[in-house]
């Protein structure tokens, strides 16, 4: 009785789980910063189906957004480097929770009870590798031009029915893994992360399973149409 008292009394053990409590919020503001992104570039990727000039019109306004108080694609830059900001700590506090979590957990059993958790759960860490490379090619591919057919920032409609056209359906194919991908970490993420803001009663959690699932339902559908509508020829 008196190690568990002196357990729960020592500032070390205190500090430790405040700043734990610390990290699991800088995870979940961070996530939620993310999807609200994902969510707003979901809703600009779908002015596609309005037409060539609506999409290349949308286009421009991003690259002018801001005007005249910030240069031309100033409001763009302003942008990625927040988001650059959100996904670094977004990770830097994952990797320390995971840390932590091995560290509180140092004997290894030779058997050890089967652990119950959703797929998306078990595979958050290959869906970020996935997800980190998919971002790293879209950038490539969409954003620099340097691996799109076209490449021309000035008419972004142009680059993505070359990006997605029949004949190169392997990057057609890698989109939809990385984006089924996002949808998965996005439904364990938005879980855990209303967890962490208090949504911890059985009823809560019911609740938050089903708004995250919702979501990545929703997220995964708006993204995926655009490069199949491509490939299909309905957006030509």
């Given amino acids: 009785m008196a190690v568990i008292t002196a357990e729960r009394t020592n500032p070390a053990t205190r500090r430790k789980k405040t700043s734990s409590v610390a990290l699991k919020m800088l995870m979940a503001g961070t996530g939620i910063l993310l999807v609200l992104f994902l969510f707003a570039h979901m809703a600009g990727n779908?002015?596609?189906f309005v037409g060539e000039d609506a999409f290349d019109h949308y286009g421009q306004w991003l690259r002018d957004l801001g005007a005249p108080l910030l240069p031309r694609t100033g409001f763009l830059w302003l942008q990625r480097a927040g988001l650059t900001v959100a996904v670094l700590a977004h990770i830097f506090a994952a990797v320390l929770l995971a840390r932590r979590a091995r560290a509180a957990r140092?004997?290894?059993?030779?058997h050890r009870p089967k652990v119950q958790g959703s797929y998306a759960a078990r595979t958050m860490r290959w869906g970020g590798v996935i997800i980190l490379l998919f971002v790293v090619f879209h950038i490539l591919d969409l954003t620099t031009g340097t691996v799109n057919p076209v490449g021309d920032k000035e008419h972004p409609f142009a680059n993505v029915v070359a990006d997605f056209a029949p004949s190169r359906w392997y990057v057609t194919l890698f989109y939809t893994l990385a984006i089924?991908?996002?949808g998965f970490h996005l439904r364990h993420g938005i879980f855990s992360a209303l967890r962490t803001l208090g949504q911890q009663s059985p009823r809560g959690e019911r609740r938050a399973q089903a708004v995250a699932l919702a979501l990545s339902v929703v997220l995964v559908a708006g993204y995926l149409s655009v490069p199949f509508a491509v490939l299909?020829?309905?957006?030509?």
């Fill in 180 to 182: 089924v991908a996002v």
């Fill in 106 to 110: 140092p004997v290894r059993y030779a």
């Fill in 46 to 48: 779908l002015k596609i």
């Fill in 232 to 236: 299909t020829g309905l957006v030509k």
